[in-house]
């Protein structure tokens, strides 16, 4: 049931214009005393995020992210040089106190705090469990 209302909120997304990439999930041994764990999210957001950066494919980049993986990925985009170096930002939420933004010594990178107000205007209220 899970499945089938994912792909019918991917399916409406998409047609709003939304790209979805999905990543398969991992089931350990213990399913489904353990949950099941999406796997290689981060380092493809990472790829993405300094290939489509090479490319000059954006302008300015934003890692809505507190996940200090991702770090060198922004790193390598800041550290581009030329004309085409895309612009580099992050996002967080102000409650995100335990892991707080990211940040590169010696580079100022502009932090889009985000409140509970903000998430309320981006969510979707969708059932996609039922037709």
């Given at each position: 049931m899970g499945y089938t209302a994912n792909r019918r909120?991917?399916?409406?997304?998409?047609?709003a214009g939304i790209t979805v990439?999905?990543?398969?999930?991992?089931?350990p041994k213990?399913?489904?005393a353990e949950k099941a764990q999406e796997k290689g999210v981060d380092v493809a957001l990472a790829?993405?995020?300094?290939?489509l950066g090479i490319s000059g494919d954006y302008?300015?980049?934003i890692l809505m992210s507190t996940d200090t993986d991702l770090k060198p990925a922004?790193?390598?985009?800041?550290?581009l040089g030329g004309n085409r170096r895309p612009h580099c930002e992050v996002a967080a939420w102000t409650s995100s106190r335990a892991?707080?933004?990211?940040?590169i010594t010696g580079t100022k990178l502009w932090c889009h705090y985000l409140r509970v107000e903000d998430y309320r205007v981006?969510?979707?209220p969708t059932d996609y469990t039922t037709r």
């Amino acid at each position: 049931m899970g499945y089938t209302a994912n792909r019918r909120q991917q399916t409406a997304w998409e047609r709003a214009g939304i790209t979805v990439i999905q990543r398969p999930l991992r089931y350990p041994k213990a399913w489904p005393a353990e949950k099941a764990q999406e796997k290689g999210v981060d380092v493809a957001l990472a790829v993405d995020f300094v290939m489509l950066g090479i490319s000059g494919d954006y302008d300015v980049g934003i890692l809505m992210s507190t996940d200090t993986d991702l770090k060198p990925a922004l790193e390598a985009v800041v550290a581009l040089g030329g004309n085409r170096r895309p612009h580099c930002e992050v996002a967080a939420w102000t409650s995100s106190r335990a892991a707080p933004r990211l940040r590169i010594t010696g580079t100022k990178l502009w932090c889009h705090y985000l409140r509970v107000e903000d998430y309320r205007v981006m969510v979707d209220p969708t059932d996609y469990t039922t037709r």
